[in-house]
């Protein structure tokens, strides 16, 4: 059985760092893409990152370019989320998901884990 | 606001068949699948349509997927209290290297 579990959420203030991790199991991480999506609080869906299988490649939406870092441990089976310089417009729930290519869709997902930014 | 428009809201009564849309462009929809996505209230989304019109392994052959041109649709048959969820299209953006996701619709079965 497939699982995604997200960690590493909470409160953090605006300019601060938090580092999401996302434990998966049930299914070869390592021939795997993997992404992050996430939710602002009753907003909708938004992707964040995707990274390849060797970590060798990585995308980024736009407004997280340069703050937020994607990497992947495949000894682990461990994905990771950097995040520095945190805004208010970052709080959001982050899921990690397993991305298919050709064609390309997040197949599964975990339960996410709550970042808020606030002072 | 995103570049791939689904209504806010649908209905429909038990029983019933119901359409939700997904427009787009001919630089995404136009040249690129689309996913479905559908979201139960406080759970995380799960994948229900992919390659436009392609079900999941358990996923009932109530929901249906099309595509033609720069539009998409989500066609549910048969509908029960239990799909009232919020439905999601996607789209790759290949300009990003990454999906774009329509608002969403939020399905209520009266």
């Known amino acids: 059985e497939v699982h995604l579990v997200e960690s590493g959420g909470g409160l953090v203030q605006p300019g601060g760092s938090l580092r999401l991790s996302c434990a998966v199991s049930?299914?070869?991480?390592?021939?795997?893409?993997m992404g992050w999506v996430r939710q602002a609080p009753g907003k909708g869906l938004e992707w964040v990152a995707n990274?390849?299988?060797?970590?060798?490649?990585?995308s980024y939406v736009d407004s997280v370019k340069g703050r937020f870092t994607i990497s992947r441990d495949n000894a682990q089976n461990s994905l990771y989320l950097q995040m520095h310089n945190l805004r208010a417009e970052d709080t959001a729930v982050y899921y990690c998901?397993?991305?298919?290519?050709?064609?390309?869709?997040?197949?599964?997902w975990g339960r996410g884990t709550l970042v808020i930014v606030s002072s | 606001q995103s570049v791939v428009t689904q209504p806010p809201s649908a209905s429909g009564t038990p029983g019933q068949r119901v359409t939700i849309s997904c427009s787009g462009s001919s630089s995404n929809i136009g040249i690129q699948t689309v996913n479905w996505y559908q979201q139960l209230p406080g759970m995380a989304p799960k994948l229900l349509i992919y390659?436009?019109?392609q079900r999941p392994s358990g996923v009932p052959d109530r929901f249906s997927g099309s595509k033609s041109g720069t539009s998409a649709s989500l066609a549910i048959s048969g509908l029960l209290s239990e799909d009232e969820a919020e439905y999601y299209c996607a789209v790759w953006d290949m300009s990003l290297n990454g999906p774009v996701f329509g608002g969403g619709t939020n399905l209520a079965v009266l």
């Open positions: 998901a397993s991305l298919r290519r050709g064609p390309w869709h997040f197949d599964f």
């Open positions: 390659n436009n019109d």
């Open positions: 990274i390849n299988q060797d970590g060798s490649e990585k």
């Open positions: 049930g299914f070869t991480f390592s021939r795997s893409w």
